[in-house]
């Protein structure tokens, strides 16, 4: 049986504890291990002193903490620092692609407030100018659509009723009127928008003129005296 006593300094090969490097360590822990796995094959081995054993811990202990004082982690003293790997950029998530009719939309809104021209008063009234429209042709009619959310700005629609649409119309000329209708999304003023097409690219019989009211959008439907193609809604 091999007891685990050693003197002080033949314990780490005649070296100073300040002196010892990792690998010293190494091999001292190592014998102690295959010497205690040794001592097990013996029956009631003799047992160190516990005293002594403890000083040894002790002295292991004290050589582990200067080597680590002394040198970095990896048993090497003179080991230059270690920078930090940098951590690979992220890359920005691409924006999702939107529809060619949510892209019409956001233009629309980019121009807003659509309508751009101030308000005035007039006759004791607030009026403001409906600045845009939609003109669809056939060969026998001409519609003119005005839709609140995006020609006025957005929200207008809920403002709209029926009751509150005028429409005049003469032989070349087309009058649309919104009765008490803020001026803005937030404003508490309120104003008659007005959109006024005048002279038409040709006559029309302004007896036939009809118009709806659908989900914010006003359609008017003009009759032409003369079944032909208009390239635009008034002339220039």
Request: glycine fraction near 4%; charged fraction near 30%.
């Amino acid at each position: 049986f091999c007891h685990l006593l050693v003197p002080r300094f033949s314990m780490f090969g005649g070296k100073k504890l300040k002196d010892l490097t990792e690998e010293d360590i190494r091999n001292y822990a190592a014998s102690l291990v295959s010497a205690t796995s040794m001592g097990g094959l013996e029956a009631e081995p003799e047992r160190p002193d516990p005293s002594a054993e403890v000083a040894q811990r002790q002295q292991l202990a004290q050589a582990i903490a200067q080597n680590a004082k002394d040198g970095d982690a990896s048993g090497y003293p003179d080991a230059p620092d270690r920078e930090a790997p940098l951590e690979a950029p992220v890359a920005a998530l691409p924006e999702p692609e939107l529809s060619a009719e949510e892209q019409a939309r956001l233009q629309v809104l980019a121009e807003l407030d659509r309508s751009q021209m101030p308000a005035v008063k007039k006759d004791g009234n607030i009026q403001k100018t409906i600045e845009h429209y939609t003109f669809a042709d056939s060969q026998s009619t001409a519609t003119i659509t005005v839709e609140a959310d995006k020609d006025l700005y957005e929200g207008a629609a809920e403002h709209v009723k029926e009751e509150q649409i005028e429409v005049l119309s003469k032989d070349k000329e087309l009058v649309v009127i919104l009765h008490g209708v803020p001026t803005t999304k937030a404003a508490n003023t309120y104003a008659d928008w007005t959109l006024r097409l005048a002279p038409l690219c040709h006559s029309v019989e302004s007896e036939r003129t009809s118009w709806k009211l659908r989900k914010g959008k006003i359609s008017v439907k003009l009759t032409k005296k003369k079944l032909q193609d208009w390239k635009r809604a008034v002339q220039i």
